[in-house]
């Protein structure tokens, strides 16, 4: 009897430590990734953070690289602007949605302590994507309130945390570098899913690196919409320069780190390390695209490139502003690459 007993017994912890195992399994392939948020680059001089903010759950969360994925590593309470919806104009004291970039840290006496706490950082706002659409207004931050205030009042539009909280995490940011991105609310995918929308993008940025190689012109510029514009450049001189390269160079190599993939909605920002070789001319650069999808397929608004060393680190300042990707004069311009 106590044979059976025991048998029993033993029988039970097996299957009950089948179901715990399996019960693992499933959870971890149930892991849930920002669908927007692909991929952080791997590039030294590159930021290996990235601030995600919900404005309907009203936080704000920060992730990591972590090899071909990501992780997070922080999440905390956020305020928004006072009155919902996406930011369009002036003085709408609404939060605006779209991909942005820290550049400036200001501390009181610069800011009011009252008001914005112990630390603010500025956001580009508004970036290339919101002047195509016309959008106006300005000094949309990140910034903290002091512990008197409640963190529900609402703002004019900027991210509201608690002073402790911003301290903390903005050791995180690289400015000009680190990301901050803004949805109504974010979405997430399962692992595989989100592997698999990542592996597209990267097609579609193979795709464009081996048009380019292959000097098949009109394949290349099948991935330009009409209104481009780069430093010196809109489609028709952009095209006509890469002619000109076309006959004047025997073969282009062009390597890519592994990039930024950032995404809102429709509007996507890749930030790579390229290099470049032909038997003219060969660099090294910091490449940044804007692209949006139109009918189902990515066309690139604009291109940015500035000369960097080996791992990223850029060898003369230059303005990341819109202004110099948007209002740039039209003209034929020598470059290299």
């Given at each position: 009897?106590?044979?059976?007993?025991?048998?029993?017994?033993?029988?039970?912890?097996?299957?009950?430590?089948?179901?715990?195992?399996?019960?693992?399994?499933?959870?971890?392939?149930?892991?849930?990734?920002?669908?927007?948020?692909?991929?952080?680059?791997?590039?030294?001089?590159?930021?290996?953070?990235?601030?995600?903010?919900?404005k309907t759950e009203r936080k704000l969360l920060v992730?990591?690289?972590?090899?071909?994925t990501i992780k997070k590593i922080d999440e905390v309470?956020?305020?928004?602007?006072?009155?919902?919806?996406?930011?369009?104009?002036?003085?709408?004291?609404?939060?605006?949605?779209?991909?942005?970039?820290?550049?400036?840290?200001?501390?009181?006496?610069?800011?009011?302590?009252?008001?914005?706490?112990?630390?603010?950082?500025?956001?580009?706002?508004?970036?290339?994507?919101?002047?195509?659409?016309?959008?106006?207004?300005?000094?949309?931050?990140?910034?903290?309130?002091?512990?008197?205030?409640?963190?529900?009042?609402?703002?004019?539009?900027?991210?509201?945390?608690?002073?402790?909280?911003?301290?903390?995490?903005?050791?995180?940011?690289?400015?000009?570098?680190?990301?901050?991105?803004?949805?109504?609310?974010?979405?997430?995918?399962?692992?595989?899913?989100?592997?698999?929308?990542?592996?597209?993008?990267?097609?579609?940025?193979?795709?464009?690196?081996?048009?380019?190689?292959?000097?098949?012109?009109?394949?290349?510029?099948?991935?330009?919409?009409?209104?481009?514009?780069?430093?010196?450049?809109?489609?028709?001189?952009?095209?006509?320069?890469?002619?000109?390269?076309?006959?004047?160079?025997?073969?282009?190599?062009?390597?890519?780190?592994?990039?930024?993939?950032?995404?809102?909605?429709d509007q996507l920002i890749i930030k790579t390390l390229?290099?470049?070789?032909?038997?003219?001319?060969?660099?090294?650069?910091?490449?940044?695209?804007?692209?949006?999808?139109?009918?189902?397929?990515?066309?690139?608004?604009?291109?940015?490139?500035?000369?960097?060393?080996?791992?990223?680190?850029?060898?003369?300042?230059?303005?990341?502003?819109?202004?110099?990707?948007?209002?740039?004069?039209?003209?034929?311009?020598?470059?290299?690459?």
């Open positions: 009897m106590l044979d059976m007993n025991k048998s029993f017994f033993i029988l039970i912890f097996l299957a009950l430590f089948a179901i715990d195992t399996k019960a693992k399994a499933e959870g971890s392939s149930l892991e849930m990734f920002p669908a927007d948020l692909l991929q952080i680059s791997n590039t030294e001089a590159f930021s290996k953070y990235v601030f995600l903010v919900d992730f990591e690289h972590n090899g071909e309470p956020a305020d928004i602007g006072k009155n919902g919806g996406n930011k369009t104009k002036r003085d709408d004291h609404k939060t605006p949605e779209g991909i942005y970039f820290f550049e400036k840290k200001l501390s009181p006496p610069e800011i009011p302590f009252e008001q914005y706490g112990k630390l603010a950082l500025t956001l580009n706002y508004p970036n290339l994507f919101d002047l195509r659409e016309g959008k106006t207004g300005s000094g949309i931050w990140l910034h903290s309130i002091p512990e008197t205030v409640a963190l529900t009042r609402g703002s004019r539009g900027c991210v509201v945390i608690r002073n402790d909280v911003l301290e903390k995490i903005s050791n995180y940011v690289k400015l000009k570098e680190t990301p901050i991105i803004i949805y109504d609310k974010l979405e997430y995918l399962k692992k595989e899913e989100h592997d698999r929308r990542r592996q597209e993008l990267g097609q579609y940025i193979q795709s464009w690196k081996e048009a380019w190689e292959s000097m098949d012109l009109d394949r290349y510029m099948s991935f330009y919409n009409q209104d481009f514009k780069a430093t010196g450049f809109n489609y028709r001189t952009w095209k006509n320069h890469k002619k000109k390269l076309k006959e004047k160079y025997k073969y282009i190599k062009v390597t890519l780190s592994q990039p930024f993939l950032l995404l809102h909605k390229q290099k470049y070789e032909s038997d003219g001319h060969s660099d090294y650069g910091v490449k940044t695209i804007h692209a949006l999808n139109v009918d189902g397929k990515y066309k690139i608004l604009s291109e940015e490139w500035v000369p960097s060393t080996e791992n990223g680190t850029l060898k003369e300042s230059v303005s990341t502003s819109t202004e110099q990707l948007t209002a740039a004069p039209v003209k034929d311009k020598e470059i290299k690459n």
